[in-house]
């Protein structure tokens, strides 16, 4: 399994961006895709994440109201748009999935996430 992100880079405070990640060998559907972030110094936290048929979104409350996850099954790619970009949005993202095994929607976290991508560095300047 691969996961391929994309589409970080520096970018004003307020400004926006378009992460993309790219999936592959796995079956696309079955898995809530997640994406993560890491701030210097500090601990891997849950962004958005968007289940299979992208029926359902969930968002962290520091991005909510500012960023929109979506996916495109038939590319096999997800996407996580970020808008008002403030300077405490610096990190790497991470990209992730989760195998979607119930009809009950449990948040990704880091222990219950299986495959991981790479990261993006995104950075806002003041």
């Known amino acids: 399994v691969q996961l391929q992100a994309s589409g970080g880079g520096l970018v004003q405070d307020g400004g926006s961006l378009r992460l993309s990640c790219v999936a592959s060998?796995?079956?696309?559907?079955?898995?809530?895709m997640t994406w993560f972030r890491q701030a210097p110094g500090k601990e891997r936290e849950f962004v958005a994440a968007?289940?299979?048929?992208?029926?359902?979104?969930d968002y962290a409350d520091s991005v909510k109201g500012r960023a929109s996850i979506s996916r495109d099954n038939s590319k096999k790619t997800a996407y996580l748009q970020l808008n008002s970009l403030k300077p405490e949005d610096t990190a790497v993202y991470y990209c992730?999935?989760?195998?979607?095994?119930?009809?009950?929607?449990?948040?990704?976290?880091?222990?219950?996430?299986?495959?991981w991508g790479q990261g993006t560095l995104v950075t806002v300047s003041s």
């Open positions: 968007i289940i299979g048929n992208g029926g359902f979104t």
């Open positions: 992730a999935a989760k195998g979607q095994t119930t009809i009950l929607y449990i948040r990704p976290s880091l222990s219950n996430t299986k495959y």
């Open positions: 060998g796995l079956i696309f559907e079955s898995y809530v």
